[in-house]
Nanobody, 123 residues
Framework: QVQLVESGGGSVQAGGSLRLSCAVS????????MAWFRQAPGKERDWVAG????????FYADSVKGRFTISQVSGKNTLYLQMNSLKPEDTAMYYC????????????????WGQGTQVTVSS
């Protein structure tokens, strides 16, 4: 089993930055796609970004491309999401997620989830 715990959420003004972290309970040995999802009140949980096992290729939703950066340092069981130029529409609960094998954007394929960390962006 893989356990994930997010941190780093908070309130920030539009245009500001925030860095989210996701601590992983055990080393996944480069076999898991790590990803970030977000869910605003009354909305569906949407995929934000992913980083592939082995190659470390990154993928982003169009809504965050150029503003967000997902990363994971080799040998460190921590996933990051650097968020810059934040907009009010980025306000949501952000979740760290993991699935075995290649990255996919559909939430149904992810086996493991963190508890979420709230990000609020004011105008």
């Amino acid at each position: 089993q893989v356990q994930l715990v997010e941190s780093g959420g908070g309130s920030v003004q539009a245009g500001g930055s925030l860095r989210l972290s996701c601590a992983v309970s055990r080393y996944t040995d480069n076999t898991y796609c790590m990803a970030w999802f977000r869910q605003a009140p009354g909305k569906e949980r949407d995929w934000v970004a992913g980083i592939a096992p082995g190659t470390a290729d990154t993928f982003y939703a169009d809504s965050v491309k150029g503003r967000f950066t997902i990363s994971q340092v080799s040998g460190k069981n921590t996933l990051y999401l650097q968020m810059n130029s934040l907009k009010p529409e980025d306000t949501a609960m952000y979740y760290c997620a993991a699935k075995g094998g290649r990255c996919l954007s559909e939430r149904q394929y992810y086996n493991y989830w963190g508890q979420g960390t709230q990000v609020t962006v004011s105008s």
